[in-house]
């Protein structure tokens, strides 16, 4: 597949000014709310706008997992650039984060649309040059069925707490024998838990639900959700996977959300990866 999923003109430019975060909803026992926008909230926009951190994922019970902002904000290091290789056709960046992949791709002339439920996401991959959208995952998506790659790096195999949804979801936006590429933990672990953006400082977000998942956990849900394993790898201490869309299903693209917010490069101004958790202190 060599062209980008149905143009994204028309649709609405981004507030990129402050918006509040929802109440989360977000408690265990509760339906997860997979629309749910915590990213939006300070710190985490904070620390996207200075490029630096520190910034953590923060369990209740003060387990602290590093996130590594200053590698986000920079550009494209050496194992990105081995990621962007591999990819076939047009990409989704789930999660695409400040956008440092979304606009190598776009630089090297490739079709790639990042999405992230951060305005302050979306704003930097814009002016980056990239294409992004301010959309969850499990919100409508243009190109639905069509994408011929699609990327959950940074920690992004954990989106929702749910790998079992979020691996479905990412067969109904793949063409058939699409490419899935997920960056996983460094650690074998395959566990679901309640946390929060935290800057270390006092400051945290609201909370929500996050999976973290090593390379055979992720090859486990795969295989039972009737994904085909197509490689794995490692670089610069970190744990890479390819998957193989085997799903015939397809979802045709939904109407976009009246009120959905996007960004696309022709508005624009023309100039969760985890690590090895430390404890709390």
């Known amino acids: ?35 749910a926008r915590p990213w939006s909230a300070d710190p985490y926009t904070d620390a996207l706008r200075t490029g630096r951190g520190p910034l953590y994922l923060r369990r209740s019970d003060g387990w602290l997992l590093p996130l590594e902002v200053e590698r986000w904000c920079a550009e494209a290091d050496a194992a990105d650039l081995e990621v962007l290789g591999r990819c076939e056709g047009a990409v989704l960046d789930v999660g695409c984060g400040p956008g440092r992949l979304v606009a190598a791709l776009a630089a090297r002339g490739r079709r790639a649309l990042g999405i992230d439920v951060s305005e302050a996401a979306v704003a930097h991959t814009v002016r980056l040059g990239g294409q992004a959208l301010r959309r969850s995952v499990f919100e409508p998506l243009p190109g639905e069925g069509r994408w011929a790659t699609a990327l959950l790096v940074d920690g992004n195999v954990g989106i929702g707490g749910n790998p079992h949804a979020l691996l479905r979801r990412m067969s109904q936006l793949l063409a ?39 390379t055979p956990a992720l090859l486990r849900h795969a295989r039972r ?35 959905s917010t996007a960004v696309t490069s022709s508005q624009r101004d023309r100039n969760p990866s985890p690590d090895r958790p430390v404890a709390d202190r």
């Open 176 to 214: 058939t024998d699409g490419l899935l590429i997920a960056e996983t933990a460094p650690v074998d672990v395959d566990e679901r838990v309640q946390v929060h953006v935290a800057d270390g400082r006092g400051a945290s977000g609201t909370a929500f639900p996050w999976a973290r998942l090593g």
């Open 225 to 259: 959700a009737g994904w085909r394993p197509d490689g794995q790898w490692t670089a610069d201490g970190r744990s890479f996977l390819t998957l193989r869309n085997r799903s015939d299903r397809r979802t045709s693209s939904a109407a976009e959300p009246p009120n």
């Open 1 to 35: 597949m060599n062209h980008l999923p149905p143009s994204l003109a028309g649709h609405p430019t981004a507030d990129l000014g402050e918006r509040s975060a929802p109440a989360p909803g977000l408690l265990p026992s509760a339906p997860l709310d997979l629309t």
